[in-house]
């Protein structure tokens, strides 16, 4: 059987007609997904009477819809952190850009800004689907990408990526930014980058990875573009920081609003290993126990990327990213119940799945994948309709 990067050379970059019809049914299979747990949503959300728009735009969702329609300065309404507590530079806990853009396509077009912000997820799903493919391609062949492509739009809490909330678009800005580094095309990878840092936390990750894989690539051959990619890629997350280090008057302000008003700090894992030994012994919750398995399953997979990095050394920036998307969530304390979330952007783990399904017949490639999305289905309906806590 194929292993995952097991060739001694990377797959060529899909071009021409192949390369468009690849893309469009990359592009289709998302949509398809997508439209399937949005579907099972609806369902969940009226059998338990609640509205599906609500659900579509709970929890983070309204503090991205308040800081577009009023900026960071012009929240009024009762919206608090996990401690029940609002104070004026809560917000600044939010990353911009997601409610800048909603702001802007709003005033731009008319549009409300709930429909902004769910058009904004979906076409950057799209946008990240067709960079997941891409990689998967290279990983292996067509059949690869588009299992990655599935996989990923049905994985647990998956529903995100079709809610006012990041998942969608920083996983775009993350896909496209690999595959700048796999391609050695350094302006589009640092420009992912800085973007990918405007937009989550998580980003530290993907910063830290271009910044060596320019560092490394200028070391081996002196030229300036691996440079000049390395120096840019923090500039949208320490960039942040330093401007809400401003405006709280802390240097560490918005480490300072994570951890009093969201209990979160990299604790590297103290509380992950507390609460996975908890919910083993004595958990009571699907939210929790479910989370407990994909932290499990996210670790196995990183593990087996490791593995292959000696087989495929070019590709070290793709396994490290994935592997380093482990070690921030499995290492960072504050909403246990949400690690599937946040493991998301981290679809490179699902590579060693989607490989070894390429590899058996199409009927249990199909049959396996189909299986993985319905229960992710599951998992997002159940996070926002039985699960009465944010995810």
């Known amino acids: 059987m194929t292993t995952l990067l097991s060739t001694p050379t990377a797959a060529p ?80 806990a939010f990353f911009p850009l997601y409610p800048f853009l909603m702001h802007a396509l709003a005033t731009g077009t008319g549009l409300d800004s709930t429909t902004a912000g769910l058009l904004i997820s979906a076409l950057a799903g799209i946008v990240a689907a067709l960079g997941v493919y891409r990689l998967g391609k290279r990983a292996g062949n067509e059949r690869t990408g588009l299992l990655l492509v599935a996989l990923w739009a049905g994985a647990p ?72 990619a390395a120096a840019a890629a923090p500039v949208g997350l320490v960039g942040y920081w330093l401007w809400v280090a401003n405006q709280t008057g802390s240097l560490f302000g918005w480490f300072d609003l994570e951890w009093h008003g969201w209990n979160t700090r ?65 290492g960072t304390a504050g909403i246990p119940f949400a690690k599937a979330r946040f493991l998301l952007p981290g679809f490179v783990l699902l590579l060693p799945l989607a490989q070894g399904l390429s590899a058996r017949r199409r009927s249990t490639a199909v049959a396996a994948t189909a299986g993985v999305v319905l229960v992710g289905c599951w998992f997002s309906a159940y996070a926002l309709t039985g699960w009465h806590y944010a995810i």
């Open 13 to 92: 970059a899909p071009t021409g007609a192949s390369a468009r019809i690849g893309y469009l049914w990359a592009a289709a299979l998302y949509l398809g997904v997508r439209v399937a747990g949005v579907v099972v949503l609806a369902l969940f959300a009226s059998s338990t009477g609640q509205p599906l728009l609500d659900r579509l735009t709970a929890w983070d969702g309204q503090w991205y819809l308040a800081i577009a329609d009023g900026g960071y300065g012009g929240i009024t309404h009762g919206l608090v952190d996990a401690a029940g507590n609002f104070a004026p530079h809560t917000p600044l």
């Open 157 to 228: 809490l998956s529903i995100t990526l079709s809610m006012v909330y990041t998942e969608a678009l920083f996983t775009a800005f993350v896909a496209w930014a690999l595959v700048g580094l796999v391609e050695k095309r350094w302006a589009p990878a640092s420009l992912c980058c800085v973007a990918a840092g405007l937009t989550r936390p998580t980003a530290v990750v993907l910063v830290a990875v271009v910044v060596f894989a320019g560092v490394v690539a200028f070391a081996r051959a002196p030229r300036p573009a691996p440079l000049v």
């Open 266 to 330: 990299f604790d590297a894992g103290a509380e992950t290993f507390g609460f996975v030994g908890q919910q083993l012994v004595q958990g009571r919750s699907v939210m929790e126990v479910g989370n407990v398995f994909v932290v499990f399953l996210a670790i196995i997979a990183a593990v087996l990327l490791l593995l292959r990095l000696r087989e495929r050394p070019s590709w070290w920036p793709l396994i490290l990213f994935g592997a380093g998307m482990v070690v921030l969530v499995a």
